[in-house]
T-cell receptor, first 110, second 112 residues
Framework: KQEVTQIPAALSVPEGENLVLNCSFTDSAIYNLQWFRQDPGKGLTSLLLIQSSQREQTSGRLNASLDKSSGRSTLYIAASQPGDSATYLCAAVGAYKYIFGTGTRLKVLA | NAGVTQTPKFQVLKTGQSMTLQCAQDMNHNSMYWYRQDPGMGLRLIYYSASEGTTDKGEVPNGYNVSRLNKREFSLRLESAAPSQTSVYFC???????????FGPGTRLTVT
């Protein structure tokens, strides 16, 4: 059974810092790995999808990597801003199932 | 392009009452999903519809029913609400199962 873990559960950093969020999954037989952002009281916004054949994806200040063999993905945020404060979730995507981690709550301090 | 829309945004029910949560997407996606999100437990899949005319159980289907009304719409019904169903419910869609998912804004349901 696929299990997805995100550590740390919460993180506070000063504005401008580069940071890495971690996502681990137990079953390497995934189709994709998707990263989301969730603001308080809102739905999930898709940030990046990494296909199983890819090693990384980039969008603006975000870079996500995938290492299937070790069961790990990281989301790198460059030059963090207060507007980046949110909860970040990853999901390991199988044929029909999207298994979510419980998220990392990020606070970027001005 | 509204993406994924959900109604209502908030609902309070008494134990034993029934209600239907509505979801619609305008992205011509084949697959649609219903999740619930509870503190400390993350998102859990209730039901999904891989394509129009099909529905399948997810991780926590007990107490719920779904209808894929057409390609655009996927509804979730609670026949007899229980306090354990107090949660935030999200609808999502994707072009195919296993592809990028897009979420609606959610419905906050409280059952007293």
């Amino acid at each position: 059974k696929q299990e997805v873990t995100q550590i740390p559960a919460a993180l506070s950093v000063p504005e401008g810092e580069n940071l890495v969020l971690n996502c681990s999954f137990t079953d390497s037989a995934i189709y994709n790995l998707q990263w989301f952002r969730q603001d308080p009281g809102k739905g999930l916004t898709s940030l990046l999808l990494i296909q199983s054949s890819q090693r990384e994806q980039t969008s603006g200040r975000l870079n996500a990597s995938l290492d299937k063999s070790s069961g790990r993905s990281t989301l790198y945020i460059a030059a963090s801003q207060p507007g980046d404060s949110a909860t970040y979730l990853c999901a390991a995507v199988g044929a029909y199932k999207y298994i979510f981690g419980t998220g990392t709550r990020l606070k970027v301090l001005a | 392009n509204a993406g994924v829309t959900q109604t209502p945004k908030f609902q309070v029910l008494k134990t034993g009452q029934s209600m239907t949560l509505q979801c619609a997407q305008d992205m011509n996606h084949n697959s649609m999903y219903w999740y619930r999100q509870d503190p400390g437990m993350g998102l859990r899949l209730i039901y999904y519809s891989a394509s129009e005319g099909t529905t399948d159980k997810g991780e926590v289907p007990n107490g719920y029913n779904v209808s894929r009304l057409n390609k655009r719409e996927f509804s979730l019904r609670l026949e007899s609400a229980a306090p354990s169903q107090t949660s935030v419910y999200f609808c999502a869609s994707s072009e195919e199962t296993g592809s990028e998912q897009y979420f609606g804004p959610g419905t906050r349901l409280t059952v007293t």
